[in-house]
Every structure is written in structure tokens, then in C-alpha cells.
């Protein structure tokens, strides 16, 4: 099993720009999280998603749009892109139930919004 | 709002020292305690804590928490270089969409 893929790995933007990030995962779960994380801060929770077709906003979702047509797939797309958005973006995944907890995390994507 | 603490923020350590990380929590509704070892890649996942004064062990590190006192630490004995590393951890306070509250992680570097 591949887990959780990202990419891109890097990109640069400029100011304005738009860009999609991909993160798919192959494990067939349901819950999947779209976190930012800034240099010397933890996880920042952007969007959520508890299975296709829903999705929910996090703790900063401004400036940032996910959708989940199928349960593999959880894009995350930059309308407007801005210097403030530049971070390193992590995909993660959990299972549903039993008591589960774990996330597990994509390698992430760096950006810098220029 | 769920909030979680760690402490201290960094620390420098010699090889073979013991170490050990603080995370104090404030959630509504808790559920457990997680930690994670982030090198300069993705987190890595440690423990997962439900019941207190149960403690977790893998190999040097272990972990434990106090469900009274709101916290938990993370021991890390005889250090090697090659636990230098950021450690996270994070709270699960119930709900169906299984969110993680993270804090703001220590970064532990070991130096030989």
C-alpha cells in the first residue's frame, strides 16, 4: 500500500495565483484532513472530511476550498493565492470507528506564495 | 475550545541523557492523548493514550497520563542523535469526525 500521497512535493506561486494540492490514499478510509503547519507551530486544521460527498471547516479554512467526490480523493484547492498561505500543507487519513484515533500523514507539500 | 500545551518549547541534550516532554490539555470532552515524532517529513505517530497511569513503552520511550491533572509526558531514556526530532502531541475530545488538536510540538536535538 502506497498510504497517503501528496503532491505536488513543492511549488512556488506567485501572489494571486490559484493551484489545486492532491492527496489521495489507498487504505479505503473515510475520514480525511487537510492541516497547514508553520515553521516552530503545530498542526493547523484547515478542512475535514468525514467520507465522500461531506466535508466540514476546521480551525483555518479562509482563503482555501476542498471537495470529496470519492473516498480515495481529498483535493484542497488556493483560489487567490497569498504570502500569508505559504507553509508546509499536510494530507492525513484515519479509520472509521473502533476506537481509532491514529491519523496517518501524507509526506506533505511545501509552498511559498511569493 | 480544545487547547493543548507543551513544554518546554526546545531542548539540547547530550547523548545518553533522559528527557522527558510535558503536554497539558483543556478539552470539553476527552477522549485520548497522541504522540508523534516529526523529523523533516511527516509525522510519525508514538502512542495513543486512553486510561490513566497506564503507560505505553516502545523500546526507550515511554509515555503515560494523568487524566486528573489534565497532562501527560513523554520519557525518552539513554537519547540517541537520532532522536532528534520535533514531538507532537494531540487531543482527541470526542465527536464523530475524529479531529486531532495539536500543540505547538518541542524540539528535542540530541547532540553526540
Known amino acids: 500500500n502506497a498510504g497517503v500521497t501528496q503532491t505536488p512535493k513543492f511549488r512556488i506561486l506567485k501572489i494571486g495565483q490559484s493551484m489545486t494540492l492532491q492527496c489521495t490514499q489507498d487504505m479505503n478510509h473515510n475520514y480525511m484532513y487537510w492541516y497547514r503547519q508553520d515553521p516552530g507551530m503545530g498542526l493547523k486544521l484547515i478542512y475535514y472530511s468525514v467520507g465522500a460527498g461531506i466535508t466540514d471547516k476546521g480551525e483555518v479554512p479562509n482563503g482555501y476550498n476542498v471537495s470529496r467526490s470519492t473516498t480515495e480523493d481529498f483535493p484542497l484547492r488556493l483560489e487567490l493565492a497569498a504570502p500569508s498561505q505559504t507553509s508546509v500543507y499536510f494530507c492525513?487519513?484515519?479509520?472509521?470507528?473502533?476506537?481509532?484515533?491514529?491519523?496517518?500523514f501524507g509526506p506533505g507539500t511545501r509552498l511559498t506564495v511569493t | 475550545e480544545d487547547k493543548v500545551v507543551q513544554s518546554p518549547l526546545s531542548l539540547v541534550v547530550h547523548e545518553g541523557d533522559t528527557v522527558t516532554l510535558n503536554c497539558s490539555y483543556e478539552?470539553?470532552?476527552?477522549?485520548?492523548l497522541l504522540w508523534y515524532k516529526q523529523e523533516k517529513k511527516a509525522p510519525t505517530f508514538l502512542f495513543m493514550l486512553t486510561s490513566s497511569g497506564i503507560e505505553k513503552k516502545s523500546g526507550r520511550l515511554s509515555s503515560i497520563l494523568d487524566k486528573k491533572e489534565l497532562f501527560s509526558i513523554l520519557n525518552i531514556t539513554a537519547t540517541q542523535t537520532g532522536d532528534s526530532a520535533v514531538y507532537l502531541c494531540?487531543?482527541?475530545?470526542?465527536?464523530?469526525?475524529?479531529?486531532?488538536?495539536f500543540g505547538k510540538g518541542t524540539l528535542l536535538t540530541v547532540n553526540p
Open positions: 494531540a487531543d482527541h475530545s470526542g465527536g464523530s469526525n475524529y479531529k486531532l488538536t
Open positions: 478539552v470539553t470532552n476527552f477522549r485520548s
Open positions: 492525513a487519513s484515519t479509520p472509521d470507528g473502533g476506537g481509532v484515533y491514529e491519523q496517518y
